[in-house]
T-cell receptor, first 115, second 113 residues
């Protein structure tokens, strides 16, 4: 089956710094990828839709200047958390739709801790 | 808009007990329905899916039937194991859009020996 990877799986950074998270589709191409945020003991919240070669589409309430998304190729999307603060600490998950459109393939997630 | 409602957890069962996790949905059109599982410390994995009314998805002993008349997709397993302890998410995907997935809030299942 299709595989989506994320890097890093876990990162700790200091408040005020920026962190980049990569999402890769390993054996298929993805013109669209999705970024989710999962709070402890809660469901996934869609943050934005990443579109290859064009600007990302952000969900209401998500700061696009804080969460920068770049989808530079058909297999790579990056999420950069700029000027991170402790409240940005969370589990970030990306996904990509399969060929038939019914299914999403999820990355294993990246746990961000901002100190 | 689309929404998914699933029963709150946590659910605690003894090994070999019968499991039901209720899920109902609201969506425009005819969505595909999914159950995802998240084991401790891991990412989401697709457990099973159904793409049209009356379809039954099944995997690893788990089953769920797409009931259009009741807009439900309840997850069942006849005999749970300790290894089934995880968080289960019901989700839907409305065709024709970005294939965005709408998730329920998740139900934590704990199976005790």
């Amino acid at each position: 089956g299709a595989v989506v990877s994320q890097h890093p799986s876990w990162v700790i950074c200091k408040s005020g710094t920026s962190v980049k998270i990569e999402c890769r589709s390993l054996d298929f191409q993805a013109t669209t990828m999705f970024w989710y945020r999962q709070f402890p003991k809660q469901s996934l919240m869609l943050m934005a839709t990443s579109n290859e070669g064009s600007k990302a589409t952000y969900e209401q309430g998500v700061e696009k200047d804080k969460f920068l998304i770049n989808h530079a190729s058909l297999t790579l999307s990056t999420l950069t958390v700029t000027s991170a603060h402790p409240e940005d600490s969370s589990f970030y998950i990306c996904s990509a739709p399969g060929d038939r459109g019914h299914e999403q393939y999820f990355g294993p997630g990246t746990r961000l801790t901002v100190t | 808009g689309d929404s998914v409602t699933q029963m709150e957890g946590p659910v605690t069962l003894s090994e070999e007990a019968f499991l039901t996790i209720n899920c109902t949905y609201t969506a425009t059109g005819y969505p595909s329905l999914f159950w995802y599982v998240q084991y401790p410390g891991e990412g989401l994995q697709l457990l099973l899916k159904a793409t049209k009314a009356d379809d039954k998805g099944s995997n690893k002993g788990f089953e769920a039937t797409y009931r259009k008349e009741t807009t439900s997709f309840h997850l069942e397993k006849g005999s749970v194991q300790v290894s089934d302890s995880a968080v289960y998410f019901c989700a839907l995907n409305s065709l024709g859009g970005y294939q965005k997935v709408t998730f329920g809030t998740g139900t934590k299942l704990q199976v005790i020996p």
